[in-house]
C-alpha cells in the first residue's frame, strides 16, 4: 500500500468557495511596484476554501490588472 505524504493528498471540499471581488485604481505606490499607469484599474480578488471540517486549505489574494 502506497502511503502518501501529508502535501501529497488530495483535499475534496463540499463546501462552497467564499471569494470576494472588488474594483479600485491603483495607487501611485501600488502603480509603480506594479509598474503599471497611476490609476490603472485593478481587481482584487480574495477567496478562501474550507475542508469539511471547517479548516481553510485555501486562502488567496491577488491583484489581477
Avoid: C
Avoid at 491603483?26 to 478562501?48: H, R
Avoid at 476554501?49 to 489574494?61: A, C, L, M, S, T
Amino acid at each position: 500500500m502506497h502511503s502518501m505524504k501529508p502535501y501529497e493528498r488530495s483535499i475534496i471540499s463540499t463546501r462552497p468557495a467564499l471569494a470576494i471581488r472588488r474594483w479600485r485604481r491603483a495607487t501611485d505606490d501600488e502603480a509603480k511596484l506594479l509598474e503599471v499607469p497611476n490609476g490603472e484599474p485593478l481587481f482584487f480578488m480574495e477567496t478562501e476554501i474550507k475542508d469539511d471540517q471547517d479548516i481553510p486549505v485555501h486562502i488567496g489574494r491577488q491583484y489581477i490588472f
